[in-house]
């Protein structure tokens, strides 16, 4: 096709990650005509560089802990190391598996996939390699890169998650700069192939997003691990010096290690893709939009981690179908952002669903709250996993919010997430009949008890 030649579709989606491939697939199933550009591969950060491959990173952790720990269980293995080689070829199998079949889905639909970089150069039009694609509606999903702090670079034994996807051994000595999501997960994965790590956290404590009482089981957990905790810690710099990383923090102390995992957080890709130019709003990179996803310019939406707000594969993914189903006149319902349920794949298992008991108390003033420990439960048992399923409800209402921490916890969050989304009573969940043994049943027991009627478990 000649340059500067246009082409016409409903819509236009810029970025192929899982906000922009669901819009895409949910646009052209509702007859919807779509160009969805992509300037890497299909499936964005969270195939590629994010969920899948570190979920993969997690899942040989636990094999790992498991040939090591098996004895416990009166299996007897001898646990001699982690093949970073192995555990690669594993994860990229995985990741390979996933891309050829999303490949084949967007194939297999009427959607006009475009590689290479693309760019607004109006408000309906993007150019990628001197073609024009302009829509009756524009989609922002260009998704999030990982952040490094002011003054700290990127390179050497200095990484982000990214790079440490790569890895080819497992490093003596890690720091993690950062206890959020990725920051706790990452910090996991090297513990369990024999690391010795320290968490450097600013914040009081870790995942300081969740209920204070996970955030305080994950850090006992951690201690017992052997992992240890720096909170309350600022970070005042880094060097390198042959193999061996430097880390300062704030009031004079250092830390050596083979290797600073910075994980900070990610921030909005916007930058030099003519946002600012086409005319639309930012604030500090992100694109700040309605609850229906429109952004201040007529026809363009944005989906994703380049929205303020939970930065999750998942919520990118809904938003992605939102918007087709908006530009269809569906007519489909808001997003609630509070009830989009949230997994730290780290061991244990964070899951979380609603409101933090703060947040509660602090919405509505008078809350009740009950925390099921999973020394009750016969499968936690079994797993010998420790833990709880906590409850937060508003007084005589219904249940507000569920955390969750402990092995295997993330499976249950698919129930927990249709309590808070349907707005059940404790007397709602309590009378539903949860398998035996499973884990399942602590949220059952949880819901007895906060209902007024505790069996597994103490008033």
């Keep these: 096709m000649a340059a500067g030649a246009e082409t016409a579709f409903d819509l236009v989606i810029l970025g192929g990650g899982s ?58 293995t001898t646990f001699e190391s982690v093949d970073m080689g192995g555990v690669n070829a594993y994860k990229d199998g995985v990741v390979a598996r996933l891309y050829k079949g999303l490949q084949g889905l967007v194939s297999s639909r009427n959607i006009d996939y475009v590689e290479g970089e693309g760019r607004l150069v109006a408000a309906d039009t ?11 509606h524009l989609v922002l999903a260009t998704g999030s890169v990982a952040r490094s702090l002011p003054g700290l670079e990127i390179t050497g034994r200095i990484m982000t998650s990214e790079q440490a996807l790569s890895l080819d051994t497992v490093p003596p000595r890690v720091v993690v700069l950062g206890g959020g999501v990725i920051g706790v997960e990452f910090a996991s994965v090297f513990r369990s192939f024999g690391s010795e790590v320290t968490i450097v956290e600013a ?34 710099g880094a060097s390198q010096d042959g193999d061996v990383v430097t880390v300062q923090l704030e ?14 957080g990610r921030g909005p890709v916007t930058d030099g893709l003519g946002y600012a130019e086409a005319g639309i709003r930012l604030d500090r990179g992100f694109v700040p939009t309605d609850e229906r996803l429109r952004t201040n310019v007529e026809g363009v939406y ?24 908006d530009i269809a006149g569906l007519d489909p319902a808001p997003i609630d952002e509070t009830g989009i349920p949230r997994v730290t794949y780290c061991d ?34 079994i797993l010998q996993t420790q833990g709880f399923v906590k409850l937060v409800r508003e007084k005589h209402g219904p249940v507000v919010g569920v955390h969750m921490i402990g092995a295997r916890m993330g499976e249950q969050v698919g129930e927990a997430q249709l309590i808070y989304n349907w707005e059940a009573l404790p007397t709602d969940v309590a009378s539903l009949v949860h398998a035996h043994p499973t884990q399942n049943e602590a949220l059952g027991e949880a819901h007895l008890a906060l209902a007024g009627k505790p069996l597994h478990a103490h008033a």
Excluded: M, W
């Design 251 to 264: 009031g004079g102390d250092t830390l050596e290690a083979d290797l600073l995992l910075v994980a900070v």
């Design 302 to 325: 944005a989906v994703g981690d380049i929205v303020p707000g939970l930065q999750l594969a998942h919520r990118g993914f809904a938003q992605g179908i939102f918007v087709a189903e």
């Design 19 to 76: 906000g922009g491939y669901a819009c895409a697939l949910r646009a052209a199933q509702l007859g919807l005509a779509v160009a969805l550009v992509e300037k890497s591969k299909l499936g964005g950060t969270c195939l590629h560089q994010g969920c899948i491959p570190t979920k993969a990173l997690l899942h040989a952790a636990e094999v790992a802990d498991a040939a090591r720990d098996s004895e416990r269980f009166g299996v007897r």
């Design 348 to 381: 244990p298992e964070i899951a979380s669903v609603g409101l933090t008991e703060s947040q509660a108390r602090e919405k509505f003033g008078e809350i009740e709250t009950y925390e099921y420990n999973l020394g009750g439960n016969g499968k936690s048992q």
């Design 203 to 236: 914040l009081p404590r870790l995942v300081a997003a969740e209920d204070e009482a996970v955030s305080k089981q994950l850090e006992r957990t951690f201690r017992k691990r052997k992992i240890a905790l720096r909170t309350g810690a600022a970070f005042a």
């Design 126 to 136: 993007v150019e990628v390699d001197g073609r024009r694609l302009t829509g009756r």
